[in-house]
């Protein structure tokens, strides 16, 4: 029974960060800055970090770039003093994961309590140009404490939990800030990554030695049984790890992205669009709940033949095949398909080029109305 709980624990730790990546990635219509009392709030868009957009052409390279990582990885952890190579990860990914925490709390913690609060800046000039904007708040200041101390705890114990916190925070990052330019590049990305984790899986040792040896938060694990903790020694964990989360993930993110595309099309076609536009909150995700879906049914596929083989599985042989077929499939039904390959997800650039419709439809009834 232990062990369906550890099953139930990774699968809650692996769709989290993707729901809420997910629509974290969603594009915001920007908001006027308000002040009061000459303190100017934050808004979500002041804080949003630009993401990264990726094209076809980085999709059939990921494949190659993973590999040569990933051996690379073995080669060290082989031949080098695996004690001592842990510890510059530790260093490293202590950095990066306060961070990452940090920015995973304020993001939770705004999102339940809807709260605004003055937003500091620090600027970072020379001669005249801007080379660096800070923009925080006394939220991130907070989650900043917590994730320092977390931080001390982790190197201090290395403790499982405060490591999955960090994988958490880590996944939800990348699939909010890693966007695939369209379907197209998702489907090359999920097939390439298929081959892949087969091979260094099930083709070699490489894939499960690093993921042994590496003691960074770069899985999420749980104890097979946790009367393990207090019993044995060394506890035995399952573990998944967060390429299995973040690459389906950015997939899923995705999809989202092309129902609310959708739902400014249907918008675009009534008057008001402008108010459409904005009002474009509570609107159907047919696409994301399909992959979102297809995503859970893949990760149980995975621990069934995982449990029956008593064997590490490839993950991503499940879970690439789930998701790239189920918005497919759906589109194939709803008569779709040429929309779903049609569809491009907007870059910064490309946005600051050209109005979209809406906000053209917006200037032309402000112009109306004055």
């Known amino acids: 029974m232990s062990i369906f709980v550890a099953y139930a ?3 809650l730790m692996a769709v989290t960060p993707i729901y809420l990546g997910s629509f974290g990635a969603l594009p915001k219509p920007k908001k006027e800055k308000k002040t009061v009392k000459g303190d100017e709030y934050e808004s979500d868009s002041e804080t949003e970090e630009a993401a990264e957009v990726l094209s076809s052409e980085d999709a059939k390279m990921f494949p190659i770039y993973g590999s040569v990582t990933l051996f690379s990885m073995y080669l060290v952890f082989k031949f080098l003093n695996k004690e001592y190579v842990n510890y510059l990860i530790t260093a490293y990914f202590a950095i990066m994961g306060c961070t990452a925490v940090t920015s995973f709390s304020a993001t939770i913690f705004k999102a339940a309590t809807k709260m605004k609060l003055p937003s500091y800046h620090i600027h970072l000039t020379k001669q005249a140009k801007e080379l660096y904007h800070l923009r925080f708040s006394n939220i991130h200041i907070g989650a900043f404490i917590g994730s320092f101390l977390l931080t001390i705890y982790y190197v201090a114990t290395k403790n499982w939990i405060a490591s999955n916190i960090y994988g958490i925070a880590f996944a939800m990052g990348a699939i909010r800030l890693i966007n695939l330019d369209s379907f197209r590049t998702g489907l090359i990305l999920l097939g390439g990554l298929f081959f892949y984790d087969i091979f260094w899986v099930f083709g070699t040792e490489v894939m499960v030695s690093v993921a042994v040896n590496f003691d960074a938060p770069i899985k999420v694990t749980f104890p097979r049984s946790v009367f393990e903790l207090f019993t044995a020694a060394a506890p035995r964990f399952t573990m998944l790890g967060l390429g299995d989360i ?4 950015i997939f899923v993110a995705l999809c989202l992205r092309f129902d609310h595309a959708m739902a400014l099309e249907r918008a675009s076609a009534k008057k008001d669009v402008a108010k459409e ?4 909150k509570n609107y ?5 709940n399909a992959c979102f879906i297809a995503y859970v049914v893949g990760l149980l596929t995975t621990f069934v033949v995982m449990h029956t083989f008593k064997a590490a599985q490839p993950a991503l042989l499940y879970l690439s095949p789930a998701c ?15 929309k779903l390959f049609e569809y491009k997800t907007e870059t910064e650039e490309e946005s600051g080029e050209k109005a979209t419709p809406e906000e ?3 200037e032309s009834s402000v112009k109306q109305e004055e």
Do not use: D, Q
């Not at 973040?246 to 993930?249: D, E, F, M």
């Not at 536009?277 to 474009?280: G, S």
């Not at 159907?284 to 994301?288: D, E, L």
């Open 9 to 11: 624990a990774l699968g």
């Open 246 to 249: 973040v690459i389906p993930g």
């Open 277 to 280: 536009y904005i009002k474009v």
């Open 284 to 288: 159907p995700t047919p696409y994301f």
């Open 324 to 338: 790239g077929l189920a918005p497919v499939i759906l589109a194939i039904k709803n008569g779709e398909l040429k």
């Open 360 to 362: 053209k439809a917006g």
